[in-house]
């Protein structure tokens, strides 16, 4: 089992849409999921249309009234079981608990339902209070969801350091994964928001984003997570992405040791950074880059990649001819990731053999594009 906190003591950057979605995507794969809410808000609750004031809570389980597993509320989404939060958990923070087990209650009453999971995911408040310290100190990951705004990235040092001191106090490593949210990369702004995370926190930025979208809005307004409410959106497949990373990275801790994983990362990241660099970059000039496929007549083909967010077909012109499919970008020189969408289903470019992996476990084929030269790939 493992468990993941999802935290950032700003508010408002996407973490409970994110825990929200993020369980479900989980419990899409099969995996046995708790949505743990930890915020005396209960958006958790509210996001799976489960919220009800009059529930019992961990607060309830803290004073040790009953026990957690009877606050469970089973099967709210396919996988999905919510330990539900109400304002009454706010109380929680003033508890008289002894000093040497403050950060531990949460960990002690995981402890008995552990068995019956794979995955805790725990929506935290936007504050580094008591909550947040017990979700912290269990934590097998610290997912932070980062705005990609202005003030976005303010409190993340503190974060780093609230996180460290709590890994040496319990003496083992917690290690942190960043993920932009509400990232809008038709803006300027936004992009070089994305570069400046990329350059400060290299290592720790997952390669998937979430982009700003009011569908999100809306699924919370149905009390729907958003595969369920649009599972085609860009947002689902984003956080289906986030999932399968997750779950790579998690077991790469178990399967794969510590410093092939961080190795392996750190080569990512370089590859994300060349990929940034060059569509931040701003010289040479843009040019018109065809991708011909010959092997796919009559069938529904979208190209996405790093150069348009990954959304099938964006900014991409198509052309049929002869049964040769051409899809044609505008682009800027520099090295890109792309796949194909063929009849709704994701794949590498067959036709060629310049690929890296990519995290849900399949490849991306790369395209370099020169300066000057109109290129022709694949
Ligand atoms: N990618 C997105 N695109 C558009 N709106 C979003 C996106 N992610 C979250 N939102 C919206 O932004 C608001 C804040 O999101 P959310 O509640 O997930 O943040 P939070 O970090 O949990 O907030 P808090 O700190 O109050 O707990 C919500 O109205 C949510 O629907
Ligand atoms: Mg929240």
Not at 41 to 66: K, P
Not at 179 to 187: A, E, F, I, K, Q
Request: aromatic fraction near 6%.
């Amino acid at each position: 089992m493992k468990i993941i906190a999802v935290a950032n003591q700003k508010g408002g950057c996407g973490k409970t849409t994110t825990a929200i979605n993020l369980a479900a995507c989980l419990g899409k794969k099969e995996q046995r999921v708790l949505l743990l809410d930890l915020d005396p808000q209960g958006h958790s609750s509210l996001g799976f249309g489960v919220f009800n004031e009059d529930a019992r809570d961990l607060y309830d389980v803290f004073t040790g009234e009953i026990s957690l597993e009877e606050i469970i509320l089973p099967n709210v989404f396919t996988g999905v079981d919510v330990v539900p939060a109400t304002k009454t958990l706010a109380a929680a923070e003033h508890l008289p608990v002894r000093s040497d087990e403050r950060d531990k209650q949460l960990e002690k009453h995981l402890a008995e339902i552990r068995d019956r999971y794979d995955y805790i995911v725990i929506d935290c408040p936007p504050s580094m209070g008591l909550l947040s310290f017990n979700a912290l100190t269990v934590a097998d990951l610290v997912l932070i969801p980062i705005e990609m705004s202005l003030f976005g990235m303010h409190g993340i040092d503190r974060m780093y350091e609230t996180v460290r001191l709590l890994s040496e106090r319990h003496g083992r490593d917690i290690p942190i994964r960043l993920l932009p949210t509400l990232v809008d990369s038709r803006t300027r702004l936004c992009r070089q928001f994305l570069h400046e995370v990329g350059e400060r926190f290299a290592d720790d930025v997952l390669s998937v984003m979430v982009q700003f979208t009011v569908r999100l809005k809306e699924a919370v307004r149905e009390g729907m997570p958003i595969v369920s409410y649009d599972p085609a959106s860009t947002v689902a497949v984003q956080y289906d992405r986030l999932a399968n990373e997750m779950i790579s990275i998690l077991q790469e801790k178990v399967d794969v040791g510590a410093e092939s994983e961080a190795r392996s990362r750190l080569n990512a990241m370089k590859r994300a950074f060349e990929e940034a660099r060059s569509r931040l970059g701003g010289h040479g000039v843009r040019q018109r880059v065809i991708l011909r496929f010959f092997d796919f007549e009559d069938r529904d083909v979208k190209l996405a990649g790093s150069f348009n967010d990954w959304r099938p077909d964006q900014g991409v012109v198509t052309r049929t001819n002869d049964g040769i499919v051409e899809k044609i970008v505008m682009l800027m020189p520099g090295t890109y990731q792309y796949r194909l969408i063929v009849d709704g289903i994701w794949q590498e470019d067959p036709s060629n053999p310049e690929q890296v992996p990519n995290y849900s476990g399949g490849f991306n084929s790369l395209l370099q594009v020169e300066e000057v030269h109109e290129t022709a790939g694949a």
